[in-house]
């Protein structure tokens, strides 16, 4: 089904305007936005997934400029730019044969370097040219420091530190480094400071940036190398790192030293191999659906969010919800911003980030969740030593609103002038104060991805450790009714209704992950938790429900408090928390909560589409996933830059709910069972490939109104598997 996916690349016959008409490719940690401009210079933006800056911004690593010489063997001629997804390169031709110059732009799946390949039928000379914006240091003022969230209304003056350019004959080397950080002060400000001594500052003395080389090259004029001589092949190379080092010497020896051993792999073997690492991508998984408009429409958006999912899907840190390694310069509110801006900044929304993780289960992409799964894992000790100096006891418990290193963010803990009055365990933002439940949700996930991959080093390592920190927290954190049920108190319904008790994602996520983890394997689980675990769940108190219009429906929480956002809690028990759905109990409960829903939409974090389809509703999941994927941003050219929605562009919440949606259409899955077509539309033709739990793959062709495919692997679970018939809308 490979071949497929060319009916799907990107093709532009014409070049862009400016950053607006950028195009990404990328491996996994390091990606470009990459145009060719009206006078055909080529320009790409590079980002690094752990490009963390002293603030905490993850910023980009520098602009590059590549410019063929002379210009008239590039301006007036034919134009083509293709992004092969495929084999993950982006092709621009000049000219046709026999004036034709093809480039050849791919970042190495394997190793940390872009690779520019360009070639003539005649000799023709290229320079490749750094850009660096952030010459010198600057403060960031007024709205720009919204980029640095958590550090608005900082007694101290927030400031953008220069990088640093060395050149060299043959090269250039550029970097950042952080010659100071805001870790201390953050956990100072947040009661923490006895951990400095335990933890270890990740942003002090954090260099990232590269170095760019070519064949034959020279330099030119500071940060500009040159081709010696006109040639028919010229290859530029950037190598990239990120390291912590005592002094920038030792880092530039790190980097001329990975950059040697890189090029020691021939050319030709590291672009096989790096091909051959996006063949068994493609080959994991698949959904193509055809039929009407709105299916290729979908198709085409659920390819391309996969593709930049996997670009920047691993490296060191979880993907950012907020523009992920993609962002370029904006124009808001009438102020001009560069790329290193995004709303929201630096941390993590746990509510925003889970949603491109769950279409990582289905489609088999289980190394692209492990940074995600990492950064929680690597943070818990943190939340284990506040969670004890917080309130005395045991256990953890995640902020909503996290720096990668698992502390608040400054702001919304409160400075000094904002906390008069407040424990230390209590935030001055209300709006996250008690909105913990993401240790459900991450554990929810967790236990996913065992019941389909069967990891036990995973299972005991990271799931079960997760486990007993979010489910001891619950057990000890809260005192019990008259009933002796948990009464989950002071809390809130997500960020919308604030002082609450006994909020639905709680009870529901409770009630969702406790018999999970009762029936993992017995031989890795203490009887001593077991115990807990057995005991806790018989302590959960009942799902919230309330009557509208005379009709019992599920409630936001059990005492409902005041209200600040626009988001659905009660309809937590469909998605994430799976309680009610196709083929359950009580479906019609779950259902008329949908139809009551205050809050509606299918772009964003809006979740209506994947909730629809976990409840059948195929008429609405299909509409609104249409919808979604018909939402791009309509000053940017590439086709699945979404957004910027609730946060920044590309919207990663936007295309993994759309991802998500579009599976739970097509398949769901429960403990053993698997069931096919529950929310699916009849006229969609559909060819796929899933993943399930207990290692199994379903494989399918459906095709006007018969299935003609199907392949289960084993095969003997296909006992467990339950055919629904599409349906006519």
Avoid at 29 to 41: K, P, V
Avoid at 564 to 581: C, D, K, S, V
């Amino acid at each position: 089904m490979i071949a497929s996916l060319d009916y799907y690349n990107v093709i532009w016959d014409s070049p862009s305007q400016d950053h607006n008409g950028s195009m990404p490719i990328g491996n996994g940690d390091i990606g470009l936005n990459l145009w060719c401009q009206e006078d055909r210079d080529l320009v790409f933006y590079i980002g690094k997934t752990d490009a963390w800056s002293e603030n905490a911004r993850l910023l980009k690593l520098g602009r590059v400029r590549i410019q063929i010489s002379p210009k008239s063997f590039v301006n007036n001629c034919s134009f083509q730019q293709i992004l092969n997804l495929r084999q993950c390169e982006i092709i621009v031709r000049f000219g046709q044969h026999p004036t034709e110059i093809r480039i050849r732009i791919w970042v190495d799946a394997n190793q940390p370097v872009i690779r520019i390949e360009a070639d003539g039928d005649h000799p023709f000379d290229i320079q490749a040219h750094l850009e660096i914006w952030r010459n010198e240091d600057r403060l960031l003022e007024g709205n720009e420091i919204h980029s640095a969230y958590g550090l608005s209304g900082s007694p101290d003056s927030v400031v953008v530190h220069a990088d640093t350019a060395i050149v060299d004959q043959n090269k250039v080397i550029w970097y950042h480094r952080n010659r100071r950080s805001i870790w201390t002060e953050t956990l100072t400000l947040q009661g923490m400071g006895n951990w400095l001594d335990q933890g270890t500052d990740p942003l002090q003395d954090l260099t990232f940036g590269g170095l760019i080389q070519g064949e034959n090259f020279t330099n030119f004029d500071g940060t500009i190398l040159k081709s010696a001589t006109p040639q028919k092949h010229h290859l530029v190379s950037i190598h990239l790192l990120t390291a912590q080092t005592a002094t920038p010497k030792q880092w530039i020896s790190q980097l001329q030293q990975l950059s040697h051993l890189t090029n020691l792999i021939p050319l030709d073997q590291a672009r096989k191999t790096h091909q051959q690492w996006w063949t068994d991508f493609w080959n994991r998984s698949w959904i193509f659906a055809s039929g009407d408009e709105s299916a290729e429409t979908v198709t085409h958006g659920y390819i391309l969010q996969r593709f930049m999912t996997a670009c920047a899907g691993r490296g060191n840190s979880p993907i950012k919800f907020n523009g992920s390694i993609f962002t370029v310069d904006a124009h808001l509110d009438g102020r001009d911003y560069d790329a290193d801006y995004r709303n929201w900044g630096g941390p993590y929304w746990f509510q925003n980030t889970r949603l491109s993780y769950w279409p990582l289960l289905a489609s088999g992409d289980f190394d692209l969740l492990q940074p995600y799964f990492q950064m929680y894992i690597d943070a818990m000790p943190l939340a284990q030593a506040r969670t004890k100096q917080y309130f005395g006891h045991d256990g953890a418990f995640f902020p909503e609103t996290m720096y990668f290193w698992g502390s608040y963010t400054q702001d919304n803990y409160g400075w000094p002038n904002q906390r008069a009055g407040l424990p230390v365990h209590t935030t001055a933002n209300q709006y996250i104060r008690y909105e913990w439940q993401g240790g459900l949700e991450l554990l929810a996930q967790m236990l996913d991805y065992y019941a389909i991959a069967q990891d036990d080093g995973f299972l005991s390592l990271t799931l079960l450790p997760i486990a007993e920190a979010v489910t001891t927290f619950y057990d000890q954190h809260y005192p019990r009714s008259n009933k002796g049920e948990l009464r989950i108190e002071p809390a809130q319904a997500l960020e919308t209704y604030w002082d609450s008790v006994n909020p639905m994602p709680e009870i529901a996520g409770l009630r969702f992950v406790l018999p999970k983890l009762l029936v993992l394997p017995t031989d890795l689980i203490s009887h001593r938790l077991r115990d807990q675990w057995t005991r806790l769940l018989t302590e959960v108190p009942e799902l919230p429900t309330h009557q509208i219009d005379g009709q019992v429906v599920l409630s936001p929480a059990s005492e409902i408090g005041p209200k600040n956002n626009q988001e659905n809690p009660e309809l937590y028990a469909i998605f994430p928390y799976r309680l009610f759905g196709v083929n359950k109990p009580d479906i019609e409960l779950a259902r008329r909560a949908f139809t009551y829903r205050q809050h509606r939409g299918s772009y964003g974090w809006y979740q209506d589409d994947t909730q629809a389809a976990f409840l059948g509703e195929t008429d609405q999941a299909h509409n609104y996933i249409a919808s979604r994927f018909r939402q791009k941003h309509p000053q940017s050219r590439f086709p699945a830059f979404w957004g910027p929605n609730f946060d920044w562009l590309p919207d990663q919440t936007h295309g993994g709910n759309g991802m998500m949606a579009l599976q739970t259409m097509l398949m769901q899955t429960e403990d053993q069972k698997i069931i096919l077509f529950p929310a699916w539309p009849q006229n969609w033709n559909v060819t796929f490939k899933l993943h399930a739990p207990l290692n199994t793959t379903v494989e399918g062709i459906y095709n006007k109104g018969k299935l003609e495919h199907l392949s289960v692997t084993p095969e003997v679970r296909l006992e467990d598997l339950v055919q629904m018939s599409p349906e006519q809308l």
